[in-house]
């Protein structure tokens, strides 16, 4: 997901350098909700691996 997220994010970068507004908002958008899902998903995934680490 974090690959998808960089990959939205530079074609937001990309868009933006040749002037195509819309393209780069949406796909700074779309890369901004992807890394945001990612982050959720991570801390989650952390915490569920300190949970189980400490039981017997």
Known sequence: MLYWAILFL???I???IFGFGGIASAS???A???FF???VL???AVIMRVVRG???
Do not use: S, T
């Open 10 to 12: 530079i074609v937001a």
């Open 37 to 39: 899902i990612f982050l």
């Open 14 to 16: 990309v868009a933006g």
């Open 54 to 56: 400490r039981a017997p």
């Open 42 to 44: 991570f801390i989650v």
């Open 28 to 30: 700074a958008g779309i």
């Open 32 to 34: 901004q909700i992807l």
